[in-house]
């Protein structure tokens, strides 16, 4: 029986590029189409299938946000990540998250084929590079303990945008503030929370809910 997938990208491209893809293989069928994160959750719970692929950057809702829903309604269907950014706060939210892998849009088709089956099969399709880049974010105490932290409402809207993996100039487009407003705020979110870096940021902002 074939193993039944549901893609969700935003482009069109690699959309097909990935139903050319499948169509070399006798144990992979694509079930349904998403370009959206929106969208992405309703095919998964209306079409059931066995894996899911879910770009990060989309409109109408990212991957991870899809990624944190799907897992509410479905918490054993495995779920791959895919992205064309080398991003470790991505990497670090989707393992926070419960993803089953992560494919960087560059690697070989045989590689992507070989993620979706080892993901259907229950296996971890994470490389230890990947896991081991993130180690230190997802084990720093601190992420683990249920403590107030009194950030500003700008802060916390800035650590959202960042825990999305948006560099600080994005930040700044995005909240319509200066780049060095930005890394002050961030500054003062790392002291606060008590970790060191961005990711560490992220890693925590997805364990207390605020993405």
Known sequence: MAIKIVIADGHEVVRCGMRNLVQQTEDIEIVGEATSGTEAVEKTLSMNPDVVLLDIRMAGGDGLTALGRIKLDKPELPVVMMSAYDNPTYVARAVALGAAGYINKGIPGSEVLDTIRRAAAGESAWTREELRRVTGALATPRLNADVEVPLTQRESEVLRQLALGLTNK??????????????????HILRKVGVSDRTQAAVWAVRRGLV
């Open 170 to 187: 994005e930040i700044a487009q995005a909240l319509n503030i200066s780049y060095e407003t930005v890394k002050e705020h961030v500054q």
